[in-house]
């Protein structure tokens, strides 16, 4: 299995400022025939499922903000959300889709100050 | 718009089966590429991926449960039903149907989700 590992476990940030996300896998998640990186975000609030905020490691998916952006390749990736607003205070995942049995990172509870 | 939508039993006794079924639109779950997912979260915790079924019909599980877990799929009626056996308070947990797309670069990332259904186990 594939082993996601995110850091930090949770972080506070300013209200306007930057947060950053890292996640680690355990194996390169680029697949060399296309380039492309099979690792996705999410963004979870409470009591409502996961939502996708970002895939092929670096794509916003349809209707997420501009402030909300992914890099990254190969086993290292970064989530960042600039200018943070109150509605981004949520946990966010990582997730690769490279091979099954697909995995997730532990999460990362974002609160915002 | 892709729509999908758990149902079954909130409260199930230790030992007995689970089953859940998903029933979604807006999509074909024969289009190249797609695939059904069940993913399920304790109360809490971190996701934890289970299952999934292409658009081929071919079956994928987590190694740490494939000997509980069984996927069917009824394309004639837009489900897929979850099986899982032997259940343990352990497993209570909101269990969640989730689409994949396909593309020409395969099977893609987890989107729509379910809004998840709660299962609990407990005699």
């Known amino acids: 299995d594939i082993v996601m590992t995110q850091s930090p476990d949770s972080l506070n940030v300013s209200l306007g400022g930057r947060a950053t996300v890292n996640c680690k896998s355990s194996?390169?998640?680029?697949?060399?025939?296309?380039?492309?990186?099979?690792l996705a975000w999410y963004q979870q609030k409470p009591g409502q499922p996961p939502k996708v905020l970002i895939y092929?490691?670096?794509a916003r998916d349809s209707g997420v903000p501009d402030r909300f952006s992914g890099s990254g390749s190969g086993t290292d990736f970064t989530l960042t959300i600039s200018s943070l607003q109150a509605e981004d205070a949520a946990v966010y995942y990582c997730?690769?889709?490279?091979?099954?049995?697909?995995?997730f990172g532990q999460g990362t509870k974002l609160e915002i100050k | 718009q892709i729509a999908l939508k758990e149902s079954g039993p909130t409260l199930v006794r230790p030992t007995q089966s689970l089953t859940l079924t998903c029933t979604f639109s807006?999509?074909?779950?024969?289009?190249?590429?797609?695939?059904v997912n069940w993913i399920r979260q304790p109360p809490g915790k971190a996701l934890e991926w289970l299952a999934l079924?292409?658009?081929?019909?071919?079956?994928r599980y987590s190694p740490s449960l494939e000997s509980r877990l069984s996927l069917t799929r009824d394309t004639s009626k837009n489900q897929v039903v979850l099986t899982m056996t032997n259940m343990d308070p352990v497993d209570t947990a909101t269990y969640y149907c989730?689409?994949?797309?396909?593309?020409?670069?395969?099977?893609?990332?987890?989107?729509?989700w379910g809004q998840g259904i709660l299962v609990t186990i407990s005699s």
């Open positions: 989730v689409y994949s797309p396909g593309s020409s670069s395969g099977t893609g990332w987890l989107g729509p």
């Open positions: 807006g999509f074909s779950p024969t289009t190249r590429g797609v695939a």
């Open positions: 079924v292409y658009w081929d019909d071919h079956k």
């Open positions: 194996r390169s998640l680029l697949n060399s025939s296309n380039n492309k990186n099979y």
């Open positions: 092929w490691a670096s």
């Open positions: 997730h690769q889709y490279y091979s099954t049995p697909y995995t």
